[in-house]
C-alpha cells in the first residue's frame, strides 16, 4: 500500500524515515523535525516538545498526507497511556487526519502478537527506563528483562550501530519473554530484526516497525507487513 505519511520526530533523528519506507515500500513521507537540546529526553523537557510538536504539526498539507505518525517513543511513554491519547487526539484535532503514535503502535503490536512478557532494549537512562517499563506495565505487559544502552547525549545515541544492537538483544533476550521489543526510533533495528528472529525463535519489534505496521492497520483496517 503507498502511504502519504507525515512523520514527526526529534531533529536528531537520521534512522526513522529511511526505515519506515522501506518497511512500506512506495510510499511517501513528509518529515517534521521536532527540536530540541543535546540531552536526551527527560520528564522535564516533555512539555515544552510537545507543544512544539502541536505547532508544527500545523503545517501538514491535508491533501497529502494520509496519517501522521508521532514519531518519538520516549515522547510517548514519558506521559503514561493517558497522555499519549491525548497527544495522539490533539495531533488529529490540528491535522484533520489519523495520527499513531510510536508508543502507542508499540502496545497495539505486541497486543497482536499476544506478547504479555518481553525482553527490552533501550538507550536510555534510568529515570526514562522506569517510565518505559510503568507504560507498559499500565497496558497488562511485564518486562522480564531491560538493559539499556544509558546514552547521555544525542551524539551517543546516534553513534549506536547494529552490531551493538545485536550483541545487546543477545544479552537481554530470556527463553522465557515472549518477543523482544527494541525500543527509541533512532536506533538502526530494519537489517538485524530477522536475524534475530531466526535466532531466539521469538518475534523481534522495534519502534519503527510498530510504526509502520500501525499507521497500515489504521489506515486500512489491517496490515500487510510481515509479523
Not at 9 to 23: F, G, K, Q, S
Not at 64 to 76: P, S
Not at 144 to 162: H, M, R
Not at 179 to 206: H, N, Y
Request: hydrophobic share 45%; proline share 7%.
Amino acid at each position: 500500500m503507498t502511504v502519504k505519511l507525515g512523520l514527526m520526530v526529534p531533529a536528531n533523528n537520521t534512522t526513522m524515515e529511511p526505515e519506515l519506507l522501506d518497511w512500506l515500500p512506495g510510499s511517501q513521507c513528509r518529515t517534521l523535525r521536532i527540536p530540541r537540546g543535546k540531552g536526551l529526553l527527560g520528564p522535564a523537557e516533555i512539555p515544552a516538545y510537545v507543544a512544539q510538536a502541536l505547532e508544527l504539526a500545523r503545517d501538514y498539507d491535508p491533501a497529502q498526507t494520509d496519517i501522521v505518525a508521532y514519531g518519538c517513543t520516549a515522547a510517548g511513554f514519558i506521559g503514561g497511556p493517558v497522555r499519549d491519547a491525548e497527544i495522539q487526539q490533539k495531533l488529529a484535532a490540528i491535522t484533520g487526519k489519523p495520527v499513531v503514535t510510536t508508543a502507542g503502535a508499540m502496545i497495539e503490536a505486541l497486543r497482536h502478537i499476544g506478547a504479555r512478557r518481553i525482553a527490552v532494549v533501550t538507550p536510555y537512562l534510568d529515570l526514562v527506563n522506569e517510565r518505559l517499563r510503568a507504560y507498559l506495565e499500565q497496558s497488562g505487559i511485564t518486562v522480564l528483562q531491560l538493559a539499556s544502552f544509558n546514552a547521555e547525549t544525542t551524539d551517543e545515541l546516534g553513534a549506536i550501530t547494529p552490531e551493538q544492537i545485536t550483541a545487546l538483544a543477545r544479552e537481554t533476550m530470556t527463553p522465557d519473554a515472549d518477543a523482544l521489543f527494541i525500543a527509541c526510533s533512532q536506533l538502526p533495528t530494519r537489517d538485524i530484526m530477522p536475524r534475530l528472529e531466526r535466532e531466539f525463535g521469538k518475534p523481534v519489534w522495534s519502534s519503527i516497525k510498530a510504526t509502520a505496521w500501525n499507521a497500515e492497520r489504521v489506515l486500512t483496517g489491517k496490515a500487510a507487513l510481515a509479523v
